[in-house]
T-cell receptor, first 111, second 111 residues
Framework: QKEVEQNSGPLSVPEGAIASLNCTYSDRVSQSFFWYRQYSGKSPELIMSIYSNGDKEDGRFTAQLNKASQYVSLLIRDSQPSDSATYLCAVRGAAGNKLTFGGGTRVLVKP | DVKVTQSSRYLVKRTGEKVFLECVQDMDHENMFWYRQDPGLGLRLIYFSYDVKMKEKGDIPEGYSVSREKKERFSLILESASTNQTSMYLC??????????FGSGTRLTVV
């Protein structure tokens, strides 16, 4: 079992709809959770961080964390063609400094 | 904003050459990381450093070494480049419990 798992996609959504991305992790004592957006040929860019159970909203993005079920999700509201990218979920365990990344979900927003 | 600068955007090297990839960050971060990213394999951690002259192996350290003589600079060294080291190399830095900031990446081709 991979430490951090994501559906590779592509997740195709019409413009203006909500894109819902999921990520599960295996380390039950993970502390910190991050979502990165990566455009083709570019490096990952941090878009959301979440540390406690519940929802966290930032603009059109909402991150949701459920530690009991070991999943974290990202909602993109009012999806735009510029949201077309690969979204990486990253998890930091209880010990150590490193992040473990999922394989990423490719999102395609169609006009 | 934190800036992480990688010295080269594209590099082409010959098999057997010694290759240096340089990374500099400007925000006094303690933690620095080197990843490689390959299609279908995602981001894989090569080495990381949590302080000057300190280094720890990541998941795929074979064929690589690192140097951190100053806090702001973290170098990745390919002792004898091989074709299977053709990849996108990403440097990142982090402070505290925040997410990584990535550099723009170096696309290395070994011929």
């Amino acid at each position: 079992q991979k430490e951090v798992e994501q559906n590779s996609g592509p997740l195709s959504v019409p413009e203006g709809a909500i894109a819902s991305l999921n990520c599960t992790y295996s380390d039950r004592v993970s502390q910190s959770f991050f979502w990165y957006r990566q455009y083709s040929g570019k490096s990952p860019e941090l878009i959301m961080s979440i540390y406690s159970n519940g929802d966290k909203e930032d603009g059109r993005f909402t991150a949701q964390l459920n530690k009991a079920s070991q999943y974290v999700s990202l909602l993109i509201r009012d999806s735009q063609p510029s949201d077309s990218a690969t979204y990486l979920c990253a998890v930091r365990g209880a010990a150590g400094n490193k992040l473990t990344f999922g394989g990423g979900t490719r999102v395609l927003v169609k006009p | 904003d934190v800036k992480v600068t990688q010295s080269s955007r594209y590099l082409v090297k010959r098999t057997g050459e010694k290759v240096f990839l340089e990374c500099v960050q400007d925000m006094d971060h303690e933690n620095m990381f080197w990843y490689r990213q390959d299609p279908g394999l995602g981001l894989r951690l090569i080495y990381f450093s949590y302080d000057v002259k300190m280094k720890e192996k990541g998941d795929i350290p074979e064929g690589y070494s690192v140097s951190r003589e100053k806090k702001e600079r973290f170098s990745l060294i390919l002792e004898s480049a091989s074709t299977n080291q053709t990849s996108m190399y990403l440097c990142a830095s982090r402070q505290g419990n925040y997410g990584y900031t990535f550099g723009s990446g170096t696309r290395l081709t070994v011929v």
